[in-house]
Structure formats: structure tokens, C-alpha cells
T-cell receptor, first 116, second 112 residues
Framework: GAVVSQHPSWVICKSGTSVKIECRSLDFQATTMFWYRQFPKQSLMLMATSNEGSKATYEQGVEKDKFLINHASLTLSTLTVTSAHPEDSSFYIC????????????FGQGTRLTVV | QKEVEQNSGPLSVPEGAIASLNCTYSDRVSQSFFWYRQYSGKSPELIMSIYSNGDKEDGRFTAQLNKASQYVSLLIRDSQPSDSATYLCAVISSGSARQLTFGSGTQLTVLP
């Protein structure tokens, strides 16, 4: 299947700093990328949807100024957690899909963010 | 009201048995349905996709879709301890710009 690479796989940062997470589609053009957050023992919650070349669409309750998403190319989307706080500690997962209507979304490996 | 419902479990089955996982969804015009497996600390891995009524088999896995009843299920035959994971049902609903809506997941444990 298609490969989506997410980096880093884990990161520890100090409160107040910013962290950037990258999501790359390695063997297909991702017209749409999705960013999810998952807290322990909970399901994936969609944070935002990004289409290449346009502004991301954020889900209700997700602060767009705190979670900056850039989808500058068909193979790369980035999520920057700005001024991170301990409550932002979570598992962040991206997924990407191509142009076909019925294509499945493929997930990156996830990034475990710990804010201390 | 949740759009995708799953029993959270935990569900325990002995090795070699059939594990049955169920999921219901609320959007009647949903068209695409997926089952993902997620091991602890890992991202979801696609197991099955199904788009039309009936059964779809892939190895030990069978997905069943009943749009009239708005439910989709996953059967795992000859369950193995390595199947122990959380299984997530996901649906792409109409008018949702192809966003996956996930159920809360069912934790499955296969006992050796």
C-alpha cells in the first residue's frame, strides 16, 4: 500500500516552545491530508483537514493559531504546535489520501508529543 | 449523538476462535466503511474496506456491511494472540469532504 511517513516519531519539549511535525506521502500525491490527535485510551479525533495550496479547515474547538498547518506541496504537510503546554501532550497522527474517490486514507506512524 | 458507535469491550476470545466486532453508524447515506487495527502506541493500520452490501473476505478477515440496518462488522477467524489490538471502525459520511469519522474502538484480546 501507499506509504505515509511522519516525523519525528516522538518528541519531548519544554512548555512554551513550538514543535513541528512533518507528514510526507512517499509514493503518491496527497491532495488531502488530515491531522488527528489521540489521547490515551480514546479514539482518533480529527483536528483539521488540509488541501494542497489552500488554508486548512479546522474542527470545532481546535485553535488554528495554536495548531498551524501548512500543506505547501502534494507530498508534504506540517503541523506546528505553538507555545506548547502539558495539556497538548498527545499522540498526533496524520493521514493522506490521493485523488481517487474510494481510496483509503493511509496513516503516518504518529508522533508522541510530551510537553514538560 | 455519536456518528459511529462501537462496543468498547474489552472483548476476549480464545486462540483459534472467531472474534466478532460490530459497528453502527448514524448517517444513512454513508458510502465508505473501513476497519483499522491499532496496536498500543502505534498508528492505525487498514485491515479492510467495504463499500457495498454483503460480505468481503480477505484471508482470515471478513467485513460485512448492511446499509439498511446501518451496521458494519468484522469477523476474525482462527484468532491469534497477535490479533490482540484495538479495532477502529471508520466511516466516510456524505458531505464531509471525505473525512473519516472513527468509532471509539473495540479492544480485542486473544487468549493463548
Amino acid at each position: 500500500g501507499a506509504v505515509v511517513s511522519q516525523h519525528p516519531s516522538w518528541v519531548i519539549c519544554k512548555s512554551g516552545t513550538s514543535v513541528k511535525i512533518e507528514c510526507r506521502s512517499l509514493d503518491f500525491q496527497a491532495t488531502t491530508m488530515f491531522w488527528y490527535r489521540q489521547f490515551p485510551k480514546q479514539s482518533l479525533m480529527l483536528m483539521a483537514t488540509s488541501n494542497e495550496g489552500s488554508k486548512a479547515t479546522y474542527e470545532q474547538g481546535v485553535e488554528k493559531d495554536k495548531f498551524l498547518i501548512n500543506h505547501a506541496s502534494l507530498t508534504l504537510s506540517t503541523l506546528t504546535v505553538t507555545s506548547a503546554h502539558p495539556e497538548d501532550s498527545s499522540f498526533y497522527i496524520c493521514s493522506a489520501e490521493g485523488r481517487s474517490r474510494n481510496t483509503e486514507a493511509f496513516f503516518g506512524q504518529g508522533t508522541r508529543l510530551t510537553v514538560v | 449523538q455519536k456518528e459511529v458507535e462501537q462496543n468498547s469491550g474489552p472483548l476476549s476470545v480464545p486462540e483459534g476462535a472467531i472474534a466478532s466486532l460490530n459497528c453502527t453508524y448514524s448517517d444513512r447515506v454513508s458510502q465508505s466503511f473501513f476497519w483499522y487495527r491499532q496496536y498500543s502506541g502505534k498508528s492505525p493500520e487498514l485491515i479492510m474496506s467495504i463499500y457495498s452490501n454483503g460480505d468481503k473476505e480477505d484471508g482470515r478477515f471478513t467485513a460485512q456491511l448492511n446499509k439498511a440496518s446501518q451496521y458494519v462488522s468484522l469477523l476474525i477467524r482462527d484468532s491469534q494472540p497477535s490479533d490482540s489490538a484495538t479495532y477502529l471502525c471508520a466511516v466516510i459520511s456524505s458531505g464531509s469532504a471525505r473525512q473519516l469519522t472513527f468509532g471509539s474502538g473495540t479492544q480485542l484480546t486473544v487468549l493463548p
